[in-house]
Structures are given as structure tokens and as C-alpha cells.
């Protein structure tokens, strides 16, 4: 089976949200999934992409997102696998790898 690359972006900041008390920072998600994800499944291809919501942001795409989190519509850190949201504030690994098997992966 050709395996693609998934690609995952996680919005946060340094300020941990206000709504998320005792959950880790944006960017300790950040780490912790790349760390996780890698161990589950080696043999995939994940690209990760950390988008600090309160920097200037090129992309439209991301920047639409960002404001949107701005805007209290979404809690961060937000995860999106292939612009898809996977989870916001208190990330868990099960959705995340749910989607991940929706695009083909597999721990073999």
C-alpha cells in the first residue's frame, strides 16, 4: 500500500488557556503528539505544523483559523489532521489516532 503523508497542524500559544486549567501548554502538545505519533506508527509520513495564534501568521488558511480561536469558537490547543478538527483543549490520543487509521495508517 503507497503510504502519503498526513499533515497535522496544532494552533495554540504560549499562554495556556483560560478554559483549560491543568491541561498542558499548545507547544507541549505539540511535542507530545509528534513523540506518540511517531512511536505508533513509524513507517508514516506526518508532517507537523505549530501555528502560534497570537504571532503573525502568512497563511490565509491558518490565520482564518487562528482567528476563529481568537473569537472563543475553538478552545487551543486545536489539533487538525488534513483540515479536520481532532480535538481542542484537552487533546486525547484516541481521536487522534482514529483519523489518523481513516487516512491509511496502520503500526505495522
Known amino acids: 500500500m503507497d503510504k502519503k503523508s498526513v499533515s497535522i497542524d496544532i494552533y495554540g500559544a504560549d499562554i495556556i488557556c483560560a478554559s483549560c486549567v491543568n ?23 506526518v508532517s507537523f505544523t505549530y501555528i502560534d495564534i497570537e504571532k ?16 472563543d469558537e475553538f478552545f487551543y490547543p486545536l489539533v487538525m489532521i488534513e483540515g479536520e478538527v481532532v480535538g481542542e483543549g484537552y487533546i486525547q490520543l484516541q481521536p487522534v489516532f ?7 495508517f496502520t503500526n505495522e
Open 23 to 45: 491541561a498542558p501548554t499548545a507547544k507541549d502538545t505539540h511535542e507530545w503528539l509528534q513523540a506518540a505519533i511517531s512511536r505508533k506508527y513509524p513507517s508514516h509520513s
Open 56 to 71: 503573525p501568521i502568512e497563511d490565509e488558511r491558518h490565520q482564518a483559523i487562528a482567528n476563529r480561536i481568537l473569537e
Open 98 to 104: 482514529q483519523e489518523l487509521e481513516k487516512h491509511g
